[in-house]
């Protein structure tokens, strides 16, 4: 069975602060998305990684996917409160289905 | 920009009632998925679908649950016998490339069905 652990589950920083979100699975997998949900909607995809070691750039979001591919994170740096969210890692292989962690609830205060 | 769109956004039904979930994948893509996710719960795989056959599907993909990709533009999630532990968000995803590819997939809002 494939696993992937997220952590923290739950995040309440301060407008500004810096945070780091990980991924981890003892798989090894093809390519690692992330998500952001809203409360009642589908997954929004950011970004997918798909090398060993790649490091992608979105605005304030930093994704890395490990050496392995077998961890990832999402870093952000000086957050605002328009980043509160659920953020979802989910993992996929040469074949069909991606696996999700339980997800990172990001709350940012101002 | 092209989006997956799912309807309805919520359906109720009674336990033991069929339902029918539609989706309308991205036009270009050729890989149609259906997850659900229970409420607190994480997103999880039921089916997917190419080439108008199933490619993989889980084990809660059992013989209550087909899928149909009817004309060349819908894909369907079909019941049959609704249990109260069917309740949950279903969503649908379709990606591009496949084979040795990774698969970018893009999710649909999502239905809500609750089974009474």
């Known amino acids: 069975t494939q696993l992937l652990e997220q952590s923290p589950q739950f995040l309440s920083i301060q407008e500004g602060e810096n945070l780091t979100v990980y991924c981890n699975s003892s798989?090894?997998?093809?390519?690692l998305q992330w998500y952001r949900q809203e409360p009642g909607e589908g997954p929004v995809l950011l970004v997918t990684?798909?090398?060993?070691?790649e490091v992608k750039k979105l605005k304030r979001l930093t994704f890395q996917f490990g050496d392995a591919r077998k961890d990832s994170s999402l870093h952000i740096t000086a957050a605002q409160p328009g980043d509160t969210g659920l953020y979802l890692c989910?993992?996929?292989?040469?074949?069909?289905?991606?696996?999700f962690g339980a997800g990172t609830i990001l709350r940012v205060k101002s | 920009e092209p989006e997956v769109t799912q309807t309805p956004s919520h359906q109720v039904t009674q336990m033991g009632q069929e339902v029918i979930l539609r989706c309308v994948p991205i036009?270009?893509?050729?890989?149609f998925y259906w997850y659900r996710q229970i409420l607190g719960q994480k997103v999880e795989f039921l089916v997917s679908?190419?080439?108008?056959?199933?490619?993989?599907k889980s084990e809660i993909f059992d013989d209550q649950f087909s899928v149909e990709r009817p004309d060349g533009s819908n894909f369907t999630l079909k019941i049959r016998s609704t249990k109260l532990e069917d309740s949950a968000m279903y969503f649908c995803?379709?990606?591009?490339?496949?084979?040795?590819?990774?698969?970018?997939?893009?999710f649909g809002p999502g239905t809500r069905l609750t089974v009474l």
């Open positions: 995803a379709s990606s591009r490339y496949g084979g040795t590819s990774y698969r970018e997939q893009f």
């Open positions: 036009s270009n893509h050729l890989y």
């Open positions: 798989s090894v997998f093809s390519s």
């Open positions: 989910a993992g996929g292989k040469y074949g069909n289905k991606l696996v």
């Open positions: 679908f190419y080439n108008n056959e199933i490619s993989e």
């Open positions: 990684v798909v090398t060993g070691g």
